[in-house]
Every structure is written in C-alpha cells, then in structure tokens.
T-cell receptor, first 110, second 113 residues
Framework: GENVEQHPSTLSVQEGDSAVIKCTYS??????FPWYKQELGKGPQLIID?????GEKKDQRIAVTLNKTAKHFSLHITETQPEDSAVYFC?????????FGAGTRLTVKP | KAGVTQTPRYLIKTRGQQVTLSCSPI?????VSWYQQTPGQGLQFLFE???????NKGNFPGRFSGRQFSNSRSEMNVSTLELGDSALYLC????????????FGPGTRLLVL
C-alpha cells in the first residue's frame, strides 16, 4: 500500500509565484527522497533529491526541505514559469523499494 | 550519454495474450527497476534487478515476471493479459541497488482490449 502521502493533488499558481508541494512518509528508516516531474507522454524526470543526512537542498529555482522528526519533506519552486506545468511526484525509499506519492498536477498560468 | 530506452513505446494486445517489454539502462548502470503507472493506482513498484538477479519484488501476481541480461538490459513479461493490465510501464536504471538515484525511461504504453 501507499506509504507516502502527497498534497495537494492539484495546484494552480500565477506565473512568477511560488509553488509548494508536501509529502509525508510513514517509515522513519527511509533515507532517500527524490522528486520527479512528469510531462504528458513522457517518463518521470528527476528534478531534485535529498538524503536523510541533510535538511535542505537547493538547485536554482527548486529546493527541497526535509524534516525527519515530523517525517515530511517538501518541494519548493520559486518564480514559476509556464513550462513548470506538469505532474510532480515525491518518493521515499522504503523497505527496499521506492514508494511514490499520488502526484500533484501543477498548472502555472501565464 | 544516452538515457534509458524502452521498446516498444506503444502496444495493443487482447486479453489472454502475453507481452514482453524491453529496457536498456544508462551505460554503466547495473540496476533496473520496473514500475506500473495507472491513473487509479499511480506509480507502483514491480521488481528490481541487479547483476542479473531479482533483488526485490512488489505486490503483483506471478503473471508479471522479468529478467536481466549480462549487459544489464532487462525485459519484463506479462502473461495471460487482463484488461486491468492496461498501463504505462516504466523502467528506471541506477548505478547500484537500494536507494540509488533512479532515472526513468519514456515508458511503454500497453493497451489490453
């Protein structure tokens, strides 16, 4: 069953605004948390990942934060652009397999 | 460096038939994982292969099987297809197993009629 919960399921923002997607996981032993972006007709593309020994990681307009105590991690996209529109998935390495959240459909309105 | 490739990209089969999908990982990657993606169930883990051995298996019936060759290329097979097997089948490769960064291919879209 799903051990990673992702919210919100849909998110609409205006171009230039920030977008935040949150995920929670159930197993405190999980130690690797990637985020993927999936565009229509394509496979998921890794955009950023974080391991449990750090609390935050940033790559240009994208950042991920991890709160191990609360067992949640978040994706932050700043200065959103229309090309950021896609479905975003969080994932957590749990019990020898990767568990994915249900996805967030992000729409950036120009 | 070429990415993960999957063939075929699209496939139409009828119930009861079987199908074989192929995945070529990124050069140097030795682990291949397979996932099923459907609108209702999302991304679900099928199995992982490393050095020609299945290392981990998800909660799917025995109709779903796979293998990995010495060059790390992998195939998955679904026998006795059911309508519910219609999905996007994705493979992902990584250098090693167990929590390594995974890179996905474009997927094979299977439609079972």
């Amino acid at each position: 069953g799903e051990n990673v919960e992702q919210h919100p399921s849909t998110l609409s923002v205006q171009e230039g605004d920030s977008a935040v997607i949150k995920c929670t996981y159930s197993d405190s032993a999980s130690n690797y948390f990637p985020w993927y972006k999936q565009e229509l007709g394509k496979g998921p593309q890794l955009i950023i990942d974080i391991r449990s020994n750090v609390g935050e990681k940033k790559d240009q307009r994208i950042a991920v934060t991890l709160n191990k105590t609360a067992k949640h991690f978040s994706l932050h996209i700043t200065e959103t652009q229309p090309e950021d529109s896609a479905v975003y998935f969080c994932a957590a390495w749990l019990n020898n397999d990767m568990r994915f959240g249900a996805g967030t459909r992000l729409t950036v309105k120009p | 460096k070429a990415g993960v490739t999957q063939t075929p990209r699209y496939l139409i089969k009828t119930r009861g038939q079987q199908v074989t999908l192929s995945c070529s990982p990124i050069s140097g990657h030795r682990s291949v994982s397979w996932y099923q993606q459907t609108p209702g169930q999302g991304l679900q883990f099928l199995f992982e292969y490393f050095s020609e051995t299945q290392r981990n298996k998800g909660n799917f019936p025995g109709r779903f099987s796979g293998r990995q060759f010495s060059n790390s290329r992998s195939e998955m097979n679904v026998s006795t297809l059911e309508l519910g097997d219609s999905a996007l089948y994705l493979c992902a490769s990584s250098r090693g197993q167990g929590g390594e960064t995974q890179y996905f291919g474009p997927g094979t879209r299977l439609l079972v009629l």
